[in-house]
Antibody, heavy 123, light 107 residues
Framework: QVQLQESGPGLVKPSETLSLTCAVS?????????WGWIRQPPGKGLEWIGN???????YYNPSLKSRVTISIDTSKNQFSLKLTSVTAADTAVYYC????????????????WGQGALVTVSS | EIVMTQSPATLSVSPGEGATLSCRAS??????LAWFQHKPGQAPRLLIS???TRASGVPARFNGSGSGTEFTLTISSLQSEDFAVYYC?????????FGGGIKVEIK
């Protein structure tokens, strides 16, 4: 059974860096899957942040690209999100998720998600 | 960027009735569309991929249809556990984008 679990500080000060980790169990992050982050601000819909497959196969939302870094730690079977220079607008529930890689002419959506982690940006 | 538009924003339905949720893409996404069910405090749940293929374990009362730019999720005979927010998402091209969501509430 694939499980993803987000962890990290629930409170971040404005202008600082938001850091979250997603621990994966039941599946290897080294496999042929993409690992992504999605967020949901309070009272709003879902916003895709970015996906990581290999170091040469990383995609970020253009609206966040200048501030976002997603990386993978295969030794710990987890992946991470860093978002720099945060403001109150970055307050959201952050989800990590798995997406099967495209292949054979077809692509796929996220199939497993974590429960989400609320991060509040406030001084 | 492909913009996904969902309608209506809220759907009030009595248990046992059916519901039809719409999703429109600003340009063709072929059948690269997913539907997710999201309840408060829970992880979003994949219901439909490829516009019409139910994910494992999804009840047969959930049916997806459409291609190109117009898509529909039909829920027949709503059960109590079906009241939630439903999102469509396109995965045809980067950036991945979601619709604004449709809240299905008890009438």
């Amino acid at each position: 059974q694939v499980q993803l679990q987000e962890s990290g500080p629930g409170l971040v000060k404005p202008s600082e860096t938001l850091s979250l980790t997603c621990a994966v169990s039941g599946h290897s992050v080294s496999s042929n899957y993409q690992w992504g982050w999605i967020r949901q601000p309070p009272g709003k819909g879902l916003e895709w942040i970015g996906n990581f497959h290999r170091s040469d196969n990383i995609y970020y939302n253009p609206s966040l690209k200048s501030r976002v870094t997603i990386s993978i730690d295969t030794s710990k079977n987890q992946f991470s999100l860093k978002l720099t220079s945060v403001t109150a607008a970055d307050t959201a529930v952050y989800y990590c998720a798995r997406r099967p890689n495209c292949g054979g002419g077809s692509c796929h959506p996220f199939d497993y998600w974590g429960q989400g982690a609320l991060v509040t940006v406030s001084s | 960027e492909i913009v996904m538009t969902q309608s209506p924003a809220t759907l009030s339905v009595s248990p046992g009735e059916g519901a039809t949720l719409s999703c429109r893409a600003s340009q063709t996404i072929y059948n690269n569309l997913a539907w997710f069910q999201h309840k408060p405090g829970q992880a979003p749940r994949l219901l439909i991929s490829g516009a019409s293929t139910r994910a494992s374990g999804v009840p047969a009362r959930f049916n997806g249809s459409g291609s190109g730019t117009e898509f529909t999720l039909t829920i027949s005979s709503l059960q109590s556990e079906d009241f939630a927010v439903y999102y469509c998402q396109q995965y045809n091209s980067w950036p991945l984008t979601f619709g604004g969501g449709i809240k299905v509430e008890i009438k």
